[in-house]
């Protein structure tokens, strides 16, 4: 059964349906590639995948380990390349962490350690950079 179906609505807009939970979103094309940019693109949601993933994974460990991390933040910085094809060539992530209580520095490195292994970060291609960076 497929995950999500998405249906293009004309104007370089799509809209898409999660549909185990009918959950909606919009896509619009980008102002730097002839769209209005009034919606997320499909490199952003890539960006936004990329971030909520780790953020995700670290916050299953940490429960686990009987942590909340609730009130942590994730900021991603989508570059795109200079020079075709077009693609992201970069993300710029910063966690910035908020525990329930005080971490070890074998805690943080575990959770550290889960953000980069996330999947969506293991499925990008390595060419794409990702720079991580951690506040606590």
Request: some cysteine; glycine content about 6%.
């Amino acid at each position: 059964m497929p995950t999500v179906k998405t249906t293009y609505l004309g104007g370089l807009r799509t809209e898409s349906k999660h549909l185990q939970s009918g959950n909606q979103l919009i896509t619009d094309a980008p102002t730097d590639n002839m769209g209005k940019g009034e919606a997320f693109s499909p490199t952003d949601l890539l960006a936004t995948a990329t971030g909520t993933c780790m953020l995700t994974t670290m916050a299953i460990v940490a429960q686990r380990d009987g942590i909340e991390l609730e009130g942590s933040e994730v900021e991603v910085t989508k570059v795109m390349s200079q020079t075709p094809p077009r693609k992201v060539a970069r993300l710029e992530i910063l966690l910035k962490m908020k525990a329930n209580v005080e971490l070890s520095p074998a805690q943080i490195q575990k959770l550290e350690n889960t953000a980069h292994a996330c999947p969506v970060s293991l499925s990008l291609h390595p060419d794409l950079e990702q720079v991580v960076g951690f506040e606590w």
